[in-house]
């Protein structure tokens, strides 16, 4: 039965890998064809970077041709996507390109050299096998082929790698001085932990030792503990979402029970509040009225969040703080610098912080605290690999026919196609389901650590996460594969686990190139269908989004995985390197991978991701590289146990060894090289270059020339654009692209026989199509395109549809696209309704004044609703503001969480940044001393004590009796915003998912207490 199994196994294997490869093709062609059908109908999902993003960063809108989009994101420069979607993703862009012509190149020459030697060798494999070098016998003089060409590979390899790395420092030289990032106040700040305690109290002690950089310190603001604050901030919001909800299904009961009522010719029965026990313990305690209990419940805790910002000193300070510096420079120098002479004190800077990045509760752990919990994850860590092993080993283990019938049970299973199905796609089905688990383990375990900001745990888990891919998706497949066959023979003979492994790990071929034809075809399609995402949009609000807080909610655009994506495909450059020699056919699957994923990546990053919290300046980058040296070391010792396998007494199978010896040891000495030359550069900004830009700023507005190695100071010509030909301009940028990959004779050959590359659609001096003005409404187009066919609106102003005058006098303002929960837009001129005119019947409810909200004359007793007013705690003059957060509301820093400065709030309601864009990215160094202060203190002292409610109010205005209440119960510290939300004719919320209820303006319609 054994001699039986063997002699189907070569079948198996082949029957395996086309079972693999016709599966994969079939379901990335099924998939990419629903891509193509629902990509124009669900903008949303698929082009929200044409409406969701800041206007100079959109794109442009794609035709409705089914592979229209594949030319539209090719044709974008490297410098535009440079601007639209910024450095870091430049950079990876840059990188799964840079992998396609590598092993493009190395399946070339390794189909044309190494494969044919393969199926010549003379050895005894068969089916699929005969591909691999386990053909080759082991005293074959044919093994020097492999060792020439891998040779050649590592070369080739080590070549780019420099010339990407020598792109990328100019790159990240330039994005250090722009002036859009140095007009970022976090560019000028560093973060210090592990303040000793004898300055902690002492800021002018603070700012007397950073002084002596460059520029002097502008401002210092210590850290402050304010876990009390924060749990109460907490409390309140969660009991202002349960209020949100409760009114939201009130008005909508309040509609459905009028139309009810009308059908029958009843009369109006008022529908019943949601009830609720004030214990906490179940079932215990008289049941209260839900909506009165969290109305007082937020105006009692907005009084003690008012109560507790008012003096800040009362808040115990904590051994961490942010030095704001005058100059970008000092900020870089503090970095590098020792500030204590005791050990472990402020020993952790660092650079380009973000308020929006810190992880506030880690932001007082003590260093010796912190290590001990590094190595307590440290430890879970190692638990967590060896139980994955065991599990992947088990999965991996059933590839092999072999070993799926040495279970009990299945030892007379028939072979068939369909085990060769099984074998081939379930496991590797199984285990990247098995790995997807890993980084939410991963990443609480890096929290726990203490790490004090999010990208620092991202960065940390691009290695940690790698480790494990290496470990137990790559390493323990190959063991569980081979070795572990074997285990009986290794146990009793320890001196042949070099043999085993040498002549085993060729034999691991088909594992690894199923999971690489896996992720090729089936992860590229599944990347760009966004299948979760459609569901997310589409589906789950119908189910879930409930309040149109919650239906915006889900219209945020996707962000990027950076911490899980990079590893895995620094995973894949490894498979296919490391078998480069082995097997070349998995170079060619793995070229298709890297050129399936970098055109499928360039139409998600350029129309789907909205990363604006990921900007690092691409140093996830370096991680790359590093991940490729493991990858490129790893490979060099399978060469060298293969060698060592193969080691006879003769003198031509020690000079193999001694061959391959020498290879180690020159990768070794330019990754010496690499991380002495490039890594300071990379991570600080070099003075030189500081003292160039600030000599010449003009240096840093234009995009660097990376064909050459010009200084950067010569980087700046006046009339650069009228002197340098159209045709030279677009060579430069081809060397740009492709310089480091291809050398420039063959550049310059290829440009000579095929000119017409250097003339391409749009000249280089033609301006990005995302800046021009003909884009500002294409928010409009895209979206009311994604569900009917609208005209474009005339007035340039607004994306929206106008409304005409209201009653009051009310000037025409703009109305949003409603969408319902499943979907759907609701048409806002109804049948019925006067052109222009919402159907709804909220505008003949409560009437507005005018364009600016005057505040209402009536008592402090009275009940109406009418006319809008600001809440009476916000002063329509700024400078009589009194705030209750730590700083003056005269500040002109406008953060999501505190209204802006002028009359109550921004009369730029237009240009008012988008929601889906980070507070943080309004905030400069032109800020006063107030602003930055407060934007770099604790979340919850920067809370307000006044809560928005956006909910819509019922077309009969039935529910504003209870809304006034809650009102009277919230003590004037609750706002209700009506604006850009309502019940439809279904009886379904509708909601403009573009507008920002926690960032009113004045044009914005809401309900506040009468005074």
């Given at each position: ?897 505190r209204p802006g400065t002028g009359s109550g709030f921004s009369t ?39 809560v928005n409610l956006w909910v819509p109010i019922d077309n009969n ?55």
């Amino acid at each position: 039965m054994a001699d039986e199994s063997d002699d189907t196994k070569p079948t198996n294997d082949t029957s395996t890998f086309v079972s693999s490869l016709v599966f994969n093709l079939v379901v990335a062609a099924a998939i990419i064809i629903v891509f193509c059908i629902l990509r124009p109908r669900f903008k949303r999902v698929y082009a929200p970077r044409t409406y969701a993003v800041a206007k100079e960063k959109r794109s442009p809108k794609i035709s409705k041709s089914p592979l229209a989009w594949i030319s539209k994101v090719m044709e974008v420069r490297d410098e535009q996507i440079i601007a639209r979607v910024g450095l870091d993703t430049y950079m990876f862009l840059r990188y799964m390109r840079s992998m396609f012509i590598v092993f493009t190149v190395l399946s070339l020459l390794s189909v044309v050299t190494i494969l044919p030697v393969n199926i010549t060798g003379g050895g005894d494999a068969e089916g699929i096998s005969v591909l691999t070098m386990s053909n080759l016998p082991p005293d074959s003089p044919k093994v020097w082929v492999q060792i020439v060409f891998f040779m050649v590979f590592v070369v080739w390899v080590m070549k780019n790698i420099l010339g990407e790395l020598n792109v990328y420092t100019r790159l990240r030289l330039w994005w250090l001085t722009t002036p859009e990032h140095m007009n970022k106040v976090g560019s000028s700040t560093v973060m210090v932990s592990t303040l000793p305690e004898t300055l902690i109290e002492r800021e002018d002690r603070i700012r007397q030792m950073f002084d002596v950089f460059p520029g002097g310190v502008r401002q210092i603001v210590v850290n402050r503990d304010c876990s009390e604050l924060a749990d109460i901030v907490k409390q309140r919001d969660k009991y202002a979402l349960k209020l949100e909800k409760m009114l939201t299904t009130y008005a909508v009961n309040c509609e459905k029970a009028h139309k009810k009522a009308a059908k029958k010719g009843s009369e109006y029965t008022e529908p019943k509040r949601p009830l609720m026990r004030e214990s906490k313990i179940p079932f215990k305690g008289p049941k209260i009225d839900a909506i009165e209990f969290l109305s007082t419940e937020i105006a009692r805790m907005n009084q003690e969040i008012s109560e507790l910002t008012g003096d800040v000193t009362k808040f115990k300070r904590q051994s961490s703080a942010f030095v704001l510096f005058r100059k970008q420079i000092a900020a870089h120098m503090s970095a590098q610098t020792v500030l204590d002479y005791k050990p472990l004190s402020m020993n952790s800077v660092s650079l380009d912080v973000n308020p929006e990045d810190i992880i506030w509760s880690n932001m007082n752990m003590n260093p010796y605290d912190r290590r001990i919990r590094g190595y307590i994850s440290f430890a879970i860590t190692v638990g967590l690999v060896i139980v994955w092993t065991i599990l992947t080993a088990f999965l991996a283990g059933l590839v092999s026919v072999k070993s799926l019938k040495k279970i009990p049970g299945l030892k007379n299973i028939p072979d068939s196609k369909w085990l060769g199905i099984f074998t081939g796609i379930i496991p590797s089905i199984v285990l990247a389901v098995l790995m997807a688990l890993l980084p939410i383990i991963l990443r609480l375990l890096l929290r726990l650590e203490g790490t004090p900001r999010v990208s620092q745990v991202n960065m940390r888990l691009l290695h940690r996460y790698y480790f494990f891919q290496v470990w137990n998706v790559y390493l323990v497949t190959i063991l569980s594969t081979t070795i572990l066959q074997t285990v009986s023979e290794v146990v009793k003979h320890p001196e042949l686990i070099v043999k085993v492994i040498a002549t085993n790990v060729p034999k691991s071929a088909n594992p690894i190139l199923t999971y690489v034809l896996l992720l090729a075809f089936t992860g590229a399609a599944k990347e760009i269908l966004q299948i979760a995402r459609l569901v997310m949009r589409y589906v789950m609000p119908m189910i879930f989004a409930k309040t149109p807080r919650s239906i915006a909610k889900a219209e945020t655009p996707a962000e990027f995985d950076w911490a899980t994506s990079i590893p895995t495909h620094s995973l894949i450059f490894l498979m296919g390197f490391s078998y480069s020699f082995i097997a070349p056919l998995v170079n060619c699957f793995v070229a298709v991978y890297f050129g399936l994923f970098y055109v499928v990546y360039r139409y998600q990053f350029l129309y789907v991701y909205n990363d604006a919290n990921w900007s690092t300046g691409g140093l996830s980058f370096p991680k790359s590289i590093a991940q490729m040296m493991v990858g490129v070391y790893i490979s060099e010792v399978y060469m060298l146990l293969i060698m060592v396998s193969r080691l006879e007494n003769s003198a031509n199978a020690i000079i193999r060894v001694v061959f391959t010896a020498i290879i180690i040891l020159c990768t070794v000495g330019v990754h010496l090289y690499i991380n002495d030359a490039y890594m300071p550069i990379i991570n600080y900004l070099p003075i030189r270059a500081a003292a160039d830009v600030e000599e010449n700023p003009k240096i840093s507005t234009k995009f660097p020339d990376l064909s050459s190695e010009a200084d950067l100071s010569l980087n700046d010509s006046s009339d650069a654009d009228s002197t340098i030909e159209s045709d030279s301009k677009a060579r430069r940028r081809i060397y740009a692209m492709y310089g480091s990959l291809v050398p420039r004779k063959l550049i310059d050959y290829i440009l000579v026989k095929v000119p017409s590359i250097l003339h391409s659609k749009s000249p280089p001096n033609s301006p990005d199509p995302a800046d021009d003005d003909s884009n500002s409404d294409i928010a409009a187009e895209e979206l009311a395109s994604e569900y009917q066919d609208k005209p474009k609106p005339s007035n340039g102003l607004s994306m929206f549809p106008q409304d005409s005058a209201a009653a009051g006098g009310l000037p025409s303002m703009p109305v949003a696209h409603h969408y319902n929960a499943s979907g759907t837009e609701i048409d806002n001129s109804a049948a019925g309704a006067a052109p222009g005119k919402r159907a709804s019947g909220n505008t003949n409810i409560l009437s507005i004044d005018s364009g600016v909200m005057a505040a209402a004359a009536a008592g402090p007793g009275a009940n109406s609703l009418s006319p809008y007013s600001l809440h009476p705690s916000m002063p329509q003059n700024p400078a009589a503001a009194t705030s209750h957060s730590i700083h003056s509301y005269t500040s002109a820093t406008e953060l999501r969480q505190r209204p802006g400065t002028g009359s109550g709030f921004s009369t730029k309601s237009h240009n008012r940044r988008s929601r889906f864009e980070p507070a943080s990215a309004q905030l400069t160094p032109f800020d006063n001393d107030n602003a930055l202060a407060e934007a770099f203190s604790n979340p919850a002292l920067r809370a307000k004590s006044l809560v928005n409610l956006w909910v819509p109010i019922d077309n009969n205005g039935l529910c504003n009796e209870l809304f006034n209440k809650v009102l009277g119960w919230g003590n004037g510290t609750i706002r209700i915003i009506t604006d850009r939300t309502e019940i439809n004719e279904k009886g379904k919320v509708t909601a403009d998912v573009d507008f920002d209820p926690e960032n009113p303006d004045l044009s914005t319609r809401m309900l506040t207490k009468s005074v």
